[in-house]
């Protein structure tokens, strides 16, 4: 006896109406990319679930799997037996033996689509509950809060037994929300912020910011450990690397320091937005939290959003430190944000930037200054590195630039 089936319930986005068959393409492909060490599974998608069909693979490790993938609101490994009251019954017993650990408690639910079945739901409920009872210790039925709903569907081609529901994690399918370009910087919180994007149906492509001589090789490599860490979710990432050190030099020569943050700000949003034209996405993520820093007051914001219109998500604003910690350190970024570095605003940061900055003060230092050209520049100097996961690396070869 084994699990053959995987039940996907999709959760929010059933309520997508014309859009809904979008959605669930988006999620198959999802699931077919995660579970791509295992190539003989299949998948069918119904209306309102999906159904993935194992053959010989083990199912802790697609179960592992799926519990990673967005768009999905819970799943459930199911067994597939005969229309034969002894296999529902063998079938029940696998199934509890299967989770014994986790359950004290137990009852039988029996749905009969085919009428022609020759047992009713009751008597199917009482002798498959009776032979669990029957042959494993400790455990009682509850039919008003079992910890295990055992579900007995039987249908015209067969019966389904299934009941353990896994959470899913939430969200909705990858790239089913658009495209958005991530400021990245090797801080703990921009990658979080990326993750819940992407978590919410976002594609992401990655920007970083990079001064050298100011920052060293090292703090680039941060960069591109957090963005391989990303592209491990869904499969991919790109990262832009944009020169920044002219800029950030002119900044330094010509703008007051204790605007030289909110210039610097400024400068690499409105970069972010060039390439996020030249990219095709829609919006622009950072890591932003209310009031974390000098530059992430609502001043400071006002301030350097003047840049631009295009729509700014910041995923964290109303989040404490501790909690984008917890996130970080569940995702895996915690470690790489945590190494040290320098990056090029901490290396920048006057004594005192100001939490107050003016519109006005800032474009009348801005005003002598001619960023154009360096600003055309770093988007024509501008790097782009590919990332695929490993399952995405077997797959093709072709993808030879990808690290
Ligand atoms: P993080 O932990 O993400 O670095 P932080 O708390 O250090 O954030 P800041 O350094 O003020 O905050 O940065 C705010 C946001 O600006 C970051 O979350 C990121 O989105 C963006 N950002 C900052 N520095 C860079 C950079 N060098 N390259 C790209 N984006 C950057
Ligand atoms: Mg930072």
Redesign the pocket.
Known sequence: MKYDHIIIRYGELSTKGRNRKGFVDRLRRSIKKALHPFPSIKIEATRDRMYILLNEEPVEPILEKIKGIFGIQSFSPAVKVEKDLEEIKKAALFYVQDIKEDIRTFKVTTKRADKEFPFDTDEINHSVGGFVLKNIKNLKVDVRKPDLNLLVEVRKEAVFLTGRVIPGAGGLPYGTSGKAM??????????V?GYLSMKRGLEIEC????SPPFTSERSKQK?IDLAEVLSQITGHMTLHIVP?TSIQTLIQKQIPENYSMTTT?RL?LKL?DKLREKNEALAI?????LG??A??TLDSMFTINEVTNTPILRPLITMDKNDIIAIANELGTLEI?NRPFE????VFTPANPKTKPKRDKVNHYESFVDFEDLISEAVQMTETLHFSSKAEKNKSNEDSDLF
């Open positions: 991530l400021m990245l910087s090797g801080g703990i919180d921009s990658p912020a920007i970083h910011f990079y960069v920044f700000r690499m972010a993520v950072t890591g932003e939290s974390q820093v530059s992430q944000s990056d090029c605003c901490t």
